[in-house]
Every structure is written in structure tokens, then in C-alpha cells.
């Protein structure tokens, strides 16, 4: 197997370019199972980890650019007063070896539907900048996912960075596990209230082929703002019901896809009663 080690992007994408079968790799927390298990097998590997651009985090007008190859731990450390909802959320991945490796980049090359960072960028109308030697794109994060492992991203294309507006702080991100650490999500869901501009947004996670957004809950509550009416108890009930009824969950090992409903429900209640509080 090749083994390919760009330093910078430019040398990165003519790799991504001339070994189009080479396997993009960064924290390896995802890559490294994969060859362990050997459910893949690839030609190259393409390790991204000397190329300083993608670690970079950059606070733009209204929004912070983090580089596809910045760990959780960094999330966490330094961008929790800006995206606490994120934050969160890398809290609850793996472990803190998981977390000091895995990037928000592999989360988004795996395109999980469990993926923990895929609700919180949902709910936050974040965009994915993707490139290739030929051109750069971005893409709504909610239209990134595509099906289980599969997303936008073609062949010949890096994922650069993800950008994420900072309007609006009011979030929060909730996960249901079988236990409390090392584990996958049965469900997770993000919200964001941003009451300034009277935007809601939502992320939900593991229940669906790919994480959702509940475009109607978040026009419920949005309605209710716009109509100058409280978030109370009810309403959060109505969100929360709204927002099961969005998910597309299935039965699996790890919880059956009314559980799956019913505690959506629950962490979209309670959610929202904590970006409303
Ligand atoms: C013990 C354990 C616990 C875990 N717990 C969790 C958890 O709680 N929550 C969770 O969401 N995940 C979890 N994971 C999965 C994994 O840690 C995450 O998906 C992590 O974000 C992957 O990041 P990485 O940098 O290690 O990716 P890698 O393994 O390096 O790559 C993952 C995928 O993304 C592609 N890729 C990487 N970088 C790029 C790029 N710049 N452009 C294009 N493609 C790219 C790779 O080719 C590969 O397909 C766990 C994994 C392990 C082993």
C-alpha cells in the first residue's frame, strides 16, 4: 500500500488528483478500524496530517472556519463560548484519545448517521467546503449527507473546512447511549434559537439515513416568535412531538425505532426549554 504525505494543500488536492483510489486519512479513528477489519482494503493512503492549512481555525465576519483536520479536543478547548452546542457534542465522542484524534473532517468523510458533529452543524446552517484540484464548492450542511457513508463529496475532492455561523448562541445538543461514554448514539438532536433574527434550527442524529433537519418544528417555533407568543410548555411539547414525527429511524441493536421516536421527543422538549432558559 502507498503511502502519501502531502505538506501543503496545493500538493494535498494533486494527490487527491493523481491517486484518485487513495484513501483520505487524519485522526485514523475511523480509517485505522476499517484496515484493522480489513473492510477496506486501498491502494494509497493519502494522510493529510502535515498539511497545516486544514488545522487552522479562523474567526471570520459572523462565523468561525474550522479546517477539516481540527481534533475535538480543540473544538472543545477553544471554541466552546462560540459554539457551545459543538462543544457539546464533541464532548460525547469516543474517549479523550478518540477525541485528542478524531477531526470533525472524519466525521463528515465517514457521514454517519450517528455522527456526533453532524447535528449541532445542521442546526447551526453550517456549510462544508469542499475542494478538488479544479475548483472549490460549499455545500449546506443539511444537503452534505447523502445516505449511510455516503455524501456530496466526489472522488477527486478533500473536505477543506466547515463553516459556522456564530449568531444566535442560544443551542444545545443532547445524546442518548446505552451507557454514558464510548458509545455510538441511539439518538442525539441539536437545536439553536437564535431570537435576534427569529431563525430556528435543528439537527437530529441516528434516526434517519442521514442526519435530519425538522424543518417544521422549526417553523412552529420560529411562527410563535414571529407572532410575539411564549415558548412554553406546550409549545415545547408540540416541537418536541414534531420533531419525532420528522425522523426517519429504523430498528437496530441499538434501540427500535419507536424508542428512537419517543426519546427524540423527549430531547427536542428539553432542549429547547435549555436554549430558551
Ligand atoms: C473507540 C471509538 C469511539 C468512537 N466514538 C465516536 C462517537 O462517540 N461519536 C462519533 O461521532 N464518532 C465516534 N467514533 C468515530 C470517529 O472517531 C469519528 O468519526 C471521527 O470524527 C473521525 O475522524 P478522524 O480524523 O479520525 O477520521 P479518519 O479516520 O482519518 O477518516 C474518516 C473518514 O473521513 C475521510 N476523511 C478524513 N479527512 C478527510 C478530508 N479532509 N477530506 C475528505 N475525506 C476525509 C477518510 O478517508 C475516512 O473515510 C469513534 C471511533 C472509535 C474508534
Known sequence: MEFLQPEDWGEALE????????LPLWGGTDVMVELNF???RPPAILDLTAVPELAAIERENGAIRIGSGVPYTRVIEELQDVLPAL????????SPQIR???TIGGNLGTASPAGDAHPPLLAAGATVEVASARA????AAHEFFEGPGRSKLRPDELVT???VPTAGRQEQFAKIGTRNAMVIAVCSFAVRVDRERGRVGTGIGSAG?????????????EGLMAADEPIDAAARKRFGQLVSQAARPIDDHRGTADYRRH???VLATRTLAWACG
Open 15 to 22: 494527490a487527491r488528483a493523481a491517486y484518485p483510489g487513495a
Open 209 to 221: 439515513p442521514t442526519p435530519l433537519r425538522a424543518a417544521e418544528a422549526e417553523a412552529f417555533v
Open 38 to 40: 480489513d473492510k477496506a
Open 136 to 139: 472549490t464548492r460549499s455545500i
Open 87 to 94: 462543544a457539546q457534542a464533541s464532548r460525547t465522542v469516543g
Open 263 to 265: 426519546a427524540l421527543g
Open 161 to 163: 473546512a466547515v463553516t
Open 100 to 102: 485528542n484524534r478524531g
